[in-house]
């Protein structure tokens, strides 16, 4: 059985809590693959400013390109509309029926996947894999996971990993204020946002 993953985010930048939870699916599952997925125009981020999806995809791609367990797709950069993460697991389900899909997230997606467009599909086209992030406890991921499973008839996953308190919102203001944030990402993106002049202003 090839089991493979997508691992879906904004990534504005990637960063090291990106790589701590896809290092720990891929051994966990013994993954074949994971895909980095960097959204295109993500529907809860409509009205933020994001970065120029080119660049976001070069950050990913530099990650990628060090790690052969690791791909990159531009499925939803390309695309025109509004990227939907149900049509993004149907397209790579359609492509490959006999894989078994995962989907990889933290705890804020949990908390929010009611929201998200047929998320009912979802359940039916992955496993969820759940990790727990800064700021969410514990009895409230597996309180948010029963209730979702049983409204989705859906299977999820929960994994409780060691905490690594960073996101990409604190790394662009971190950046802004001048500060070093090289060591929250790997040096490869470090390198680029520095080549790039990114998050500056
Ligand atoms: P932003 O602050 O811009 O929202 P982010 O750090 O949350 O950025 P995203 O690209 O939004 O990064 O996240 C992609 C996925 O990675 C989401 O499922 C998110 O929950 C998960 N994730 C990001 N950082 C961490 C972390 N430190 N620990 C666990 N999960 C994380
Ligand atoms: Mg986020």
């Given amino acids: 059985m090839i089991k493979k993953a997508i691992f879906g985010g ?3 930048p990637i960063h090291n809590g990106h790589l ?16 980095f997925m960097p ?4 529907p809860h981020k409509l009205g933020k400013k994001i970065t120029n999806a080119s660049f976001r995809y070069e950050m990913v791609k530099a990650v990628t390109r060090e790690e052969k367990s690791f791909d990159i797709s ?11 993460t149900y049509q993004t697991l149907q397209h790579f389900n359609d492509l490959e029926k006999d894989t078994e899909w ?6 804020d997606c949990l908390m929010d996947i009611e929201s998200w467009k047929n998320a009912d599909k979802i359940f039916q086209l ?8 800064p700021g969410y406890n514990i009895e409230n991921i597996e309180e948010q ?11 999820i996953i929960f ?5 690594l308190d960073i996101s990409s919102t604190n790394i662009r203001n971190t950046v802004r204020e001048g500060k070093n944030v090289s060591y929250l990402l790997p040096e490869s993106v470090y390198n680029i946002i520095k080549q790039l002049n990114l998050y500056k202003y």
């Fill in 126 to 133: 992955c496993k969820m894999v759940v990790f727990n992030r």
């Fill in 10 to 12: 904004t990534f504005d």
């Fill in 159 to 163: 994994l409780d990993i060691p905490l």
């Fill in 145 to 155: 996971k029963s209730k979702v499973e049983k409204k989705y008839n859906g299977e």
């Fill in 39 to 42: 959204s295109g125009n993500p």
């Fill in 74 to 84: 531009s499925y939803e950069i390309n695309k025109i509309n509004l990227s939907y």
């Fill in 102 to 107: 995962h989907f990889l997230t933290g705890a």
């Fill in 20 to 35: 701590h939870i896809a290092y720990e699916a891929l051994y966990k599952f013994n993954l074949n693959k994971i895909i």
